[in-house]
Nanobody
Framework: QVQVEESGGGLVQAGDSVMLSCVVS?????????IGWFRQAPGMEREAILC????????YYADSVKGRFTTSRHTAEDTVYLQMNNLKPEDTAVYYC???????????????WGQGTQVTVSS
């Protein structure tokens, strides 16, 4: 059984940086999936913010996070990180990682979701 778990959220101030972790557990499963990141702000729909393209390896960034957020994958740790820099109050949301298969602009098959981690950015 595959499990996906995020961690690293919390309360920060505008301009701060935060790194979220996404651990994918389940024997020999990590390499099978791409890991994308979504977020959901209060009263808003869940939005895709960053996804690696499973076909060509490029990375999609939503305009709202481009230039500030990056992702890195550490196969030995079965972990993907989301580095978030220069955070803004509008980045306040529950952040989710999802293991799946992604095509252009995060359209794809979302196989396994984490439970989400809250990031709150104060002004």
């Amino acid at each position: 059984q595959v499990q996906v778990e995020e961690s690293g959220g919390g309360l920060v101030q505008a301009g701060d940086s935060v790194m979220l972790s996404c651990v994918v557990s389940g024997r020999r499963t990590f390499d099978k999936y791409a890991i994308g990141w979504f977020r959901q702000a209060p009263g808003m729909e869940r939005e895709a913010i960053l996804c690696p393209n499973s076909e060509d390896g490029s990375v999609y960034y939503a305009d709202s996070v481009k230039g500030r957020f990056t992702t890195s994958r550490h196969t030995a740790e079965d972990t993907v990180y989301l580095q978030m820099n220069n955070l803004k109050p509008e980045d306040t949301a529950v952040y989710y990682c999802v293991a799946g298969y992604f095509e252009r602009m995060c359209v794809g098959v979302y196989d396994y979701w984490g439970q989400g981690t809250q990031v709150t950015v104060s002004s």
